[in-house]
């Protein structure tokens, strides 16, 4: 399954609880960790 498809899928969830800026942070967080795991990003030691 691809990423972008598990990312969306978890925003949906959250929109489905939360109205505010909670689905933005959920995009943000799954989208910064998935790119962590898969090495993309800033470099190796980016925070």
Same mark, same amino acid.
């Given at each position: /399954?691809? /990423?972008? #498809?598990? /990312? =969306?899928? *978890? #925003? %949906?969830?959250?929109? $489905?609880? *939360?109205?505010? %800026? ?5 995009? $943000? +967080?799954? %989208?910064? #960790? =998935?790119?962590? +795991?898969? &090495?993309?990003?800033? &470099?190796?030691?980016? =925070?």
């Amino acid at each position: /399954v691809p /990423v972008a #498809v598990i /990312v =969306s899928e *978890y #925003v %949906d969830i959250a929109k $489905a609880f *939360y109205e505010e %800026d909670e689905p933005k942070l959920t995009n $943000a +967080v799954l %989208d910064r #960790v =998935s790119r962590r +795991v898969r &090495g993309e990003g800033r &470099g190796k030691d980016a =925070s």
